[in-house]
């Protein structure tokens, strides 16, 4: 029941290196999956860390397969990329995404929905018309979009990524640099990103309230965030202490397993009534 817990000791990675057969004929399947429902996005909470509220809820996709059993994203997302099946999944998974939110309204919740956009799918011309399209056919507003681009995402091409993310951005999308701090990029680079947040990276966070090294780099990228008008998101919060450290420096925004782990839509709406009131 835990498999979200037990990420790292997946049977199925155990099983396959990284170029084997089964993973290449696990991408001859994905769209197939797809359309058979053997994807599914589960929402992970992120939390205002003054208030305790929910902001906004990340989608992260795990795939049900018949054979291989529960696989986690990091097993195919990658191989994803490289054979070009992202695109599906992306379109997918934001489709997904606003029907859940429109789910959640009906309850009474209004929640911001973060979706992981790749590298690929920013050299994709087609995306910010689908996306268009999508948030007329289901009337969503926009700004309920979040797309999560990793640092080095970005870094792959920043000019082509930049041009992206101002079309996104445009559109009055609300964009977030994921796994902030691994990427390499230069001050000059993030200037002329057109960002709202910055997402730091777990590793920076999972062993904060005891390594003085983490703390330094924390504080560091917060005050440069907030000098550059951008707010803060910290992953990968796992204890109270951590929690507290992180509101300490003002740090708007928290996720990890100590709010939540990532829950299926029915566990969502039940911690959401758990969580308010
Ligand atoms: P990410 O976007 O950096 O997501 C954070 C990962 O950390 C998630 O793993 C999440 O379950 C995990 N996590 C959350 N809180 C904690 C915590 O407190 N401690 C620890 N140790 N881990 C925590 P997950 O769901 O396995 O996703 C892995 C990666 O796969 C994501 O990293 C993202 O890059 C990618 N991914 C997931 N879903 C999608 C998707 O729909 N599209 C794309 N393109 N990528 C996705
Ligand atoms: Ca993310
Ligand atoms: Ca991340
Ligand atoms: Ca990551």
Known sequence: ECKEMHHNVS??????????????????????????????????????????????????????????????????????????????????AIEESIKQHLAL?????DIKMAINISAVDLIDLALPPFVANLLSKYQVEPNV???EVT???????????????????????????????????????????????LKIDKSFILDLSNNSDDMIIVKSIT?????????????GIENQETMAILADLGVETGQGY???KPLEAKLLKAWLMGNSG
């Open 151 to 197: 640092e080095s995402a970005i870094m792959a091409d920043p000019e082509q990524a930049i041009t992206a993310l101002n079309m996104l951005r445009n559109m009055n999308i609300k964009l977030s640099i994921d796994d902030f701090g691994t990427g390499y990029s230069s001050m000059e680079q993030l200037k002329r990103t057109p960002v709202d947040e």
């Open 258 to 260: 100590f709010m939540s």
């Open 11 to 92: 049977r199925f990675v155990a099983a396959s290196n990284k170029y084997s057969v089964v993973r290449l004929s696990l991408m001859t399947e994905l769209k197939s999956g797809i359309e058979k429902g053997q994807l599914q996005l589960n929402y992970q909470p992120k939390v205002d860390l003054k208030t305790g509220k929910i902001v906004s809820v990340e989608s992260l996709v795990r795939w049900r397969h018949p054979e291989h059993g529960y696989i986690f994203p990091d097993e195919f997302i990658p191989l994803a990329e490289q054979t070009g099946n992202i695109r599906h999944l992306t379109h997918w």
């Open 105 to 109: 309204k009906e309850h009474g919740f």
């Open 145 to 147: 979009l979040i797309f």
């Open 223 to 235: 005050s440069l965030a907030h000098n550059l008008g951008l707010t803060i998101v910290a992953e």
